[in-house]
């Protein structure tokens, strides 16, 4: 059974940074596609980022580009999102998901708990 945990997020100022991790747990971490997503109180939840099982294809959304990168070490099975240039609207719920499949920005078969990540203006 597959287990994601995140970790790393935080309270940080405006133009702040931030590295969140995601440790995949249970099954072979470099066959999975990842992806990370948030979600904002009142709001749907929101694709971030995703990246093929390689690293070598990754997606950003339009409004992170620039300033997260997302990557992974398969030898450590983790997942990274860097958050540069943190602005308040980039405070969520950060959640890592895991699909065997398909690099997607919407159905991953797995899910973390999520982190919380808030930016103060």
């Known amino acids: 059974q597959v287990q994601l945990v995140e970790s790393g997020g935080g309270l940080v100022q405006a133009g702040g940074s931030l590295r969140l991790s995601c440790v995949l747990s249970?099954?072979?971490?470099?066959?999975?596609?990842m992806g990370w997503f948030r979600q904002a109180p009142g709001k749907e939840r929101e694709f971030v980022a995703a990246?093929?099982?390689?690293?070598?294809?990754?997606v950003h959304a339009d409004s992170v580009k620039g300033r997260f990168t997302i990557s992974r070490d398969n030898a450590k099975n983790t997942v990274y999102l860097q958050m540069n240039s943190l602005k308040p609207e980039d405070t969520a719920v950060y959640y890592c998901?895991?699909?065997?499949?398909?690099?997607?920005?919407?159905?991953?078969?797995?899910w973390g708990q999520g982190t919380q990540v808030t930016v103060s203006s």
């Open positions: 998901a895991a699909d065997p499949n398909r690099l997607s920005q919407n159905e991953y078969r797995y």
């Open positions: 990246i093929s099982w390689s690293g070598g294809t990754t």
């Open positions: 249970g099954r072979s971490f470099s066959s999975y596609f």
